[in-house]
């Protein structure tokens, strides 16, 4: 399964911040904000989609891929740096979209949603 820091991303950040929420969001964070700016910044995230992938060599076509995604995403107000409040409001928007039942997390039977997501998440 893909798993990406959301956020925070971060993103690769996606079915764990889903599951976990905004404590997970800004630990997260925190981690990704390698010189504690505050802010993330592409090269960050760069990183923090290449940290998602233990064990795993991904190409460095599919790392800009996904890092230009969520990147994308994630910086609302476009000026090239994701904030933490940007991160929580993607955590809260992909958990509106994914929490059917809205218990406040991913439960096994909404689990397959979020894989298909990661699995491409340009649909």
């Known amino acids: 399964m893909i798993r990406i820091l959301l956020?925070?991303?971060l993103l690769a950040v996606a079915a764990p911040t889903l599951a976990q929420g905004r404590d997970w969001v800004d630990a997260r964070f925190r981690q990704a904000d390698r010189d504690r700016d505050g802010q993330?910044?592409?090269?960050?995230?760069?990183?923090?989609?290449?940290?998602?992938?233990?064990?795993?060599?991904?190409s460095t076509g599919r790392s800009r891929i996904l890092t230009n995604f969520w990147f994308d995403r994630l910086d609302r107000d476009r000026d090239n740096a994701v904030t933490l409040r940007e991160a929580r409001a993607a955590e809260a928007e992909y958990r509106a979209r994914?929490?059917?039942?809205?218990?406040?997390?991913?439960d096994p039977t909404e689990r397959p949603a979020v894989d298909a997501f990661?699995?491409?998440p340009a649909r």
């Open 40 to 58: 993330l910044s592409r090269g960050e995230v760069t990183a923090a989609v290449n940290r998602a992938y233990p064990g795993r060599r991904m």
């Open 118 to 120: 990661l699995r491409n």
């Open 98 to 106: 994914f929490d059917r039942n809205r218990n406040g997390r991913i």
């Open 7 to 9: 956020p925070t991303a």
